[in-house]
């Protein structure tokens, strides 16, 4: 009997409740509790187990959210189906009996074995039938299968870097803003300039989903979204101003209305303020009379002069600032009134003023708020006039983009009239639906897969069919692709009403000890058990498998900065913290602390692999990087996308453009004082000089006599310019000349550029080039790959960030592995550090949802911090009602949550040591933010307590920085072998030039046709007009290109050597190949001779010494390299042939024939030379066939002495 508190024996338990195909089953999973383990057990159950569920592997739909995830759970599955089919029989029926569980007894039966047993080979004969990929993949099959009820071209593409698209469509809203009024409009109450536009507008391009929702609201998809604007302004109406008449004529006769309704509140405020305190005090210390006298005559003032003007907009908005100026600070907060030291009078009297003030105050919210309603109408008129001309784009480039997929594939089976057939389609391929990390999952991708789990659900098919879902709510973490976690919650109760099973895998199998406890201790300890979900507490919690050491979890106090302790936040904290992390990363390496290999099932020394630096944002990486380069640690740069922003590229960047625009002194001066030329300070001071300066004109005035630098550099006398001028002038005279990959080459050997950088910059330089090299030839260059194009292509990925940088090469231990939390996400290590952990959460985003997520809510693009943050009334006011308050809260609430979610994914990375440390960022007052790191430490303060007070040991330590070993470790870090800080610094490394190997003279053998012809005379010919060969001679017919027609008889000979048959066709080429093909003298060349071989154009390159001897004190002569293609190569066992098509008419002739023999005969020659090197043991002949149908048969092939 299996004891009820056995960890594993609970997991195991669990596991194969949830993978038994019978029944659908709802999975709780929380980190390293083997999620995956039982998603693909419960595939393979479906596809052995002798059950009414079973099903074929290609019916099963299994879907998860990133191709990392599908690629993971494919290996899974073939791993272990491969191991079923190497299985002998007996052992594979324990495997199975392992699979299946008890089943009552019954043992697994000659059919389940041997279905067992040729799973593997199944999934391997068509892996493309394998429905196992992404929601996205999901998508793209049904979008193909029906393309034409989508509406989509059936060879659509799906465009996953839209970025060139989008900003061709935002040129194209640009220049319908010059030309339509009202986008015209928009664009100036925006006020931005086009590239701030650009940056206003990006919002609706990342809120698409969101903006569809919205659009969708009525069940429909309207196209175009921009006849839709009125219908989404009223809609923001009624949210942010529902006291508001909704039959105003427009947004300016509300604000005047609003004005005067302001205006006649501050005149109630003037006359009730002073009765209203005095019914309330009998006394008012201090200057509080004299404070209520101003705000009365502030009021009467301001409601005076707004009916004296014209009451406009201008004047209702002008009266509002007014208003705040008299009653709120700049943040927002109702202004203390009292300045009485009497701890009772001053906060009832400063209560007692904003409770009079309310009804003003309110009416100032909903001014404000007419402003923020024009703002987003205004954006939301150019964002879906942008969407539309997007859409316009990928029609006529016939794509679509994720987006798409979703929308169009969860329309397709939403239509009424459509769904229905459409299912019945599908039915048959899809029986069972297993879905993976479903907490990452948004109400777009539920609507796709919702009709299938409501018809699974409801039965009645011949089998059954079962719908499987695993997620943890506590790591999601793509809030921002939309991700909507309560849904799992939502749809688990849903499904619990029904046959299925709801479960929770109780084991964490990855984890450590320390960890698995510390985790769930912190996170039901505040302040993190008040940012988590209530329903996910209890799920923090789990039991820990693994016993082969207790691990460790410390969170470090913050570093201080070592050069001004006492002042917090000054920046130098998180260098030190960098220093710390790769001290001890070293420390850990050099003493070869223990780790488990799952692979292995057994300790080993830890290697640098086996480290995970975290972080929350790329931008923290760089202090650690300098930081474990100076400390010698191995290290795989994050996947920033920053190979476009590295020092070596965009050097590289300023010599494209300047090779481009040779007057850009500014990138002529990037070029010469990097690595490429290296001009020290003096040196470039020095040729700044010979710029020459202004000159001042007869008239007093100045003018611009400076010289280009181009120009300076050219006419310096120093040596280092000349060379540099040379070189520069050599590069730009092939910029036009060569593919922007054939002069990236060339620059880098003329410079020696890899070496140079890797000395200047590290070897990460150097592995960046190659990869610059690389992406030359890729298609991110548009159009022809010149210079110019890749130049741009290079600046649009530094500000995009798309392009990561190069792979360095590891040895046996691997490097150590930057990279972000949301990088990081299913991965996991022996040693983890979360650094840069004393940042705040930074700031909130600007758009704002209205209402429940799970509806259509209306959604603000454009709010700003003073707009979300409201007003802040004192205690004991209720301030006046205001939707946005209630949204923002909402959505801070639902921030604060991802943030804990994202904190608890970086923790559950790590199997056996995890440290969490950064740099102090406390502000100037001594208030720590708002991070991960002190909200783990008061976390772990709570549990060190609690645990005190039971007399239990604590999983989790943070020690202060008095107690810290890791505070006390050196500044300077140093590998070993390093100097001590008192040895002589060694030589500096400088690049020196390479040793040249000898250039070489490429000789083509076709090119002898651009030589000298020989003189008739010299042939022993007559040398009479008549007889005379003219080097042109053709009676091909009009508009027949010779070298076209030599082109396509020479493929038609070809093609038939390889086929064996001359391929049908017609025409003046395909009757002359047949007739060389006809004639019986040629067989032999045709064919293939018994024990020999032969060939059709075949490539050769030969090595041939130089023509001329090296003249005496200079470089050495150049070799000579033949290449070149033999169109007809048979090679027997006595000789070699060498046979050279020649479509030149005349050859009939004999004066002709000979000249052109003797023509050709330095081509054969040369051909010649190379094939002896090849067959030294026999002889190689040449021969000249001529196709031109004149030559009588028996006539065409002539050798060549």
């Known amino acids: 009997m299996v004891k009820p508190l056995d960890p594993v024996a609970l997991a195991r338990q669990v596991q194969l409740e949830a993978s038994a195909p019978g029944r659908s089953v709802v999975l709780g999973a929380a980190a390293g509790s083997g999620k995956t383990t039982a998603l693909v057990n419960r595939f393979l159950r479906l596809c052995l187990e002798d059950t009414p569920a079973r099903a074929g592997a290609g019916t099963v739909l299994a879907v998860t959210f990133t191709r990392k995830a599908a690629v993971e759970i494919q290996e899974r599955l073939l791993h272990q189906a491969r191991a079923l089919a190497l299985a002998a029989p007996a052992e594979r029926a324990q495997r199975l009996a392992a699979l299946f569980g008890p089943r009552d007894g019954r043992a697994p039966d000659q059919v389940e074995i041997a279905a067992a047993g040729a799973l593997y080979e199944q ?67 925006l006020g931005a300039h086009p590239d701030g536009l650009r940056r206003l507008l990006q919002p609706c391009l990342d809120q698409a989903m969101r903006l569809e929702r919205w659009l969708a609201a009525d069940g429909a998809r309207p196209r175009p979204r921009a006849g839709e604007v009125d219908r989404l302004a009223a809609d923001l109406r009624r949210h942010l101003l529902p006291t508001v008449a909704a039959d105003d004529d427009g947004d300016g006769d509300a604000r005047a209305k609003l004005g005067a309704l302001l205006a006649a509140a501050l005149q109630r405020f003037a006359r009730g303020l002073v009765p209203a305190a005095s019914a309330r005090f009998d006394d ?33 908005l002008a009266l509002a600032a007014g208003t705040r100026a008299l009653l709120l600070t700049q943040q927002g907060k109702v202004k203390s009134f009292s300045k009485s030291r009497d701890p009772e009078f001053k906060p009832a009297f400063n209560a007692l003023v904003a409770a009079q003030a309310l009804p003003a105050l309110a009416i100032v919210l909903d001014l404000e708020r007419v402003e923020l309603l024009e703002d987003n109408v205004a954006l939301l008129r150019l964002g879906l006039r942008l969407l539309d001309i997007v859409d316009e784009l990928k029609r006529r480039d016939r794509v679509v983009d994720f987006q798409d997929l979703e929308d169009l594939a969860s329309g397709l089976l939403a239509d009424p009239d459509l769904a229905g057939e459409l299912q019945y389609r599908l039915d048959d391929a899809i029986q069972h639906i297993l879905v993976d990390e479903f907490q990452d999952t948004n109400l777009n991708q539920w609507g796709l897969l919702r009709p299938f789990v409501e018809e699974f659900r409801a039965g009645g098919g011949e089998r059954p069919r079962t719908v499987f879902l695993v997620g943890d ?42 960890i698995v406890e510390g985790v769930g201790e912190v996170f039901n300890a505040p302040p993190l058990s008040q940012q988590l979900e209530p329903g996910q507490l209890a799920g923090v919690r789990q039991a820990f498998a693994r016993m082969d050491g207790p691990g460790s979890f410390v969170v470090h106090a913050p570093f201080p900065d070592p050069d001004d302790p006492d002042r917090p936040g000054g920046g130098g904290g998180e260098a030190r913290a960098a220093r710390a992390a790769a001290a001890l990363v070293r420390r850990l390496h050099d003493e070869g602390v223990a780790v488990f290999d799952p692979a292995l099932q057994a300790c080993r020394p830890l290697a640098w692999r086996d480290v995970l630096v975290l972080a929350r944002t790329r931008t923290a990486f760089a202090l650690y990087e300098r930081a474990f380069r100076d400390a010698a640690v191995p290290f795989a740069p994050p996947g920033r996308g920053m190979l476009a922003a590295s020092r070596e590229v965009q050097d590289l960047l300023a010599l494209l453009r300047w090779l481009a625009w040779p007057d850009d002194d500014e990138a002529l001066a990037t070029v010469l004082r990097s690595p490429i030329f290296r001009f020290g300070e003096a040196s470039f001071q020095a040729l700044l000089s010979l710029r020459g300066i202004n000159e001042r004109r007869e008239d007093g005035r100045w003018r611009d006599a400076r010289r280009s630098l181009w120009q300076a550099l050219r006419e310096s006398t120093d040596p280092l310019a000349i060379a540099a001028a040379a070189t520069l002038a050599g590069w730009r005279r092939r910029l036009d000349f060569e593919p922007c990959h054939d002069l990236l080459r060339r620059v880098a050997r003329d410079a020696d550029l890899p070496a140079r950088y890797q000395v200047a910059l590290g070897e990460q330089a150097r592995f960046n080039l190659e990869r610059l090299f690389d992406l030359a030839l890729a298609g991110d260059v548009p159009g022809t790959p010149t210079a110019r194009r890749l130049a741009d292509a290079i ?20 490097r150590v592995r930057f990279l972000t939390v949301h990088g990081a996400k299913g991965l996991e290590a022996p040693v983890v550090l979360l650094v840069d952990a004393d940042r705040g959460p930074g700031r909130a985003r600007p758009q704002v949802v209205l209402g429940p997520e799970d509806g259509h809510p209306a959604l603000l693009l454009r709010t700003s911090a003073a707009q979300r943050a409201g007003l802040e009334f004192p205690e004991g006011v209720t301030p006046p009602t205001d939707p946005l308050a209630t949204a923002v809260a909402r959505a801070q609430a639902r921030d604060e949550a991802e943030r804990a979610h994202l904190l608890y994914v970086a923790l559950t990375r790590a199997r056996d040591h995890l440290h969490v440390l950064g740099g102090d960022r406390s502000r100037a007052g001594g208030d720590g933010p708002d991070s991960p790191l002190r909200a783990l430490r008061e976390a772990a ?113 070809q093609a038939a050597c390889n086929g064996g048959v001359l391929p049908s066709g017609e025409g003046l080429a395909y009757d002359e190949a047949a007739a060389v093909l006809a004639d019986p003298e040629l067989a032999w060349v045709f064919g293939v001779p018994t024990g020999g071989a032969a060939a059709s154009e075949v490539p050769v390159v030969g090595r041939r010494a130089a023509a001329k001897p090296a003249p005496a004190g200079g470089p050495p002569a150049s070799e000579q390299r033949i290449t070149g293609v033999i169109d007809r190569l048979v090679v027997r066992a006595d000789r070699v042939d060498i046979i050279d098509y020649k479509t030149n008419r005349g050859a009939a002739v004999p004066a002709q024939r000979a000249w052109l023999t003797a023509h050709y005969r330095p081509q054969l020659q040369a051909y010649r030379e190379v094939l002896v090197q090849l067959y030294p043991d026999r002889p190689v002949r040449t021969w000249l066939l001529f196709t031109d149908p004149a030559v009588p048969a028996g006539a065409r092939l002539h050798e060549v002495e």
């Open 795 to 814: 600046a649009r990925a530094a500000a995009r960030g798309n392009q990561e940088e190069a792979s360095l090469p590891g040895d046996g231990e691997g």
């Open 473 to 514: 709510v506590k790591q999601s973490i793509y809030g921002f692709r939309g991700a909507w976690p309560q849904l799992f919650a939502d749809i688990a109760a849903d499904m619990a009403r029904y046959d299925c099973s709801v479960l929770e895998l109780p084991t964490n199998f990855r984890s450590l000890r320390a």
């Open 284 to 316: 008012f210390p201090g200057k509080s009379r004299g404070t209520l006298d101003d705000l009365v005559a502030g009021a009467e003032a301001l409601a005076a002069g707004y009916a004296a003007g014209i009451p406009d907009a201008e004047a209702a």
């Open 941 to 1053: 303060s709570a549990v060190a307590i609690r645990a005190a007070a039971d007399g239990l040991d604590v999983s989790v330590t943070a020690p202060d920085a008095a107690d810290d070993e890791l505070h006390d470790l050196p500044d300077e870090v140093r590998a070993p072998g390093a100097r001590a800080p008192h040895e002589p610094p060694p030589p500096a490394e400088t690049w020196q030039p390479p040793t040249r190997r000898p250039r070489f003279t490429l000789v083509r053998p076709s090119a002898a046709a651009d030589d000298e012809r020989p003189e008739p005379a010299e042939l022993g010919l007559d040398d009479d007009a008549g007889a005379r060969p003219t080097r042109e001679r053709s009676d091909l017919p009009a508009g027949v290109e010779p070298a076209a027609h030599g082109d396509l008889v020479h493929r038609l000979l």
């Open 123 to 189: 999934l391997l004969a068509d892996t493309a039938a394998l429905q196992l990929g992404t929601i996205h993949s999901f998508c793209q099959v049904v979008l193909g299968r029906f393309a034409r009820e989508a509406g989509l071209d059936p060879t659509f593409g799906v465009l996953e870097e839209p970025q060139d698209l989008h900003d061709e469509a935002f040129d194209r809203l640009v220049g319908e803003i010059a030309r339509e009024p009202l986008l015209a409009a928009a664009a100036r109450r």
